[in-house]
């Protein structure tokens, strides 16, 4: 597996949009950060894992993660996420 491809969509300092494309099997590893981040799911299913607590999403949904929350996730089938960062994450420039 060589993991999900990250493409920055649009900054500025307040905000960021990123897409990542991920292929079944794909994982985004256990981390946190201080930013606050939207996922959106624009296509494919996925199981995250977010301070402690699993759930699966699909097409359409959509969630919250606070500040600092340990999260992370494992494609189950392959699509997009739109993932909405506040503020900007300079490490991904």
Do not use: N
């Not at 969509?9 to 991920?22: D, G, K, Y």
């Not at 494919?44 to 699966?56: A, L, M, N, P, S």
């Not at 969630?63 to 089938?77: M, N, Q, R, W, Y």
């Amino acid at each position: 597996m060589k993991g999900p491809v990250r493409t920055v969509l649009a900054h500025s300092p307040e905000l960021m949009v990123v897409r990542f494309a991920f292929a079944a099997g794909d994982q985004g590893a256990l981390h946190s950060h201080p930013h606050v981040q939207s996922t959106y799911v624009q296509s494919g299913r996925y199981r995250f894992t977010v301070d402690g607590r699993e759930f699966e999403v699909g097409p359409g949904d959509a969630f919250v993660i606070p500040s600092h929350a340990k999260h992370g996730c494992t494609c189950l089938e392959g699509g997009d996420l739109i993932d909405s960062f506040t503020p900007r994450r300079d490490d991904f420039l």
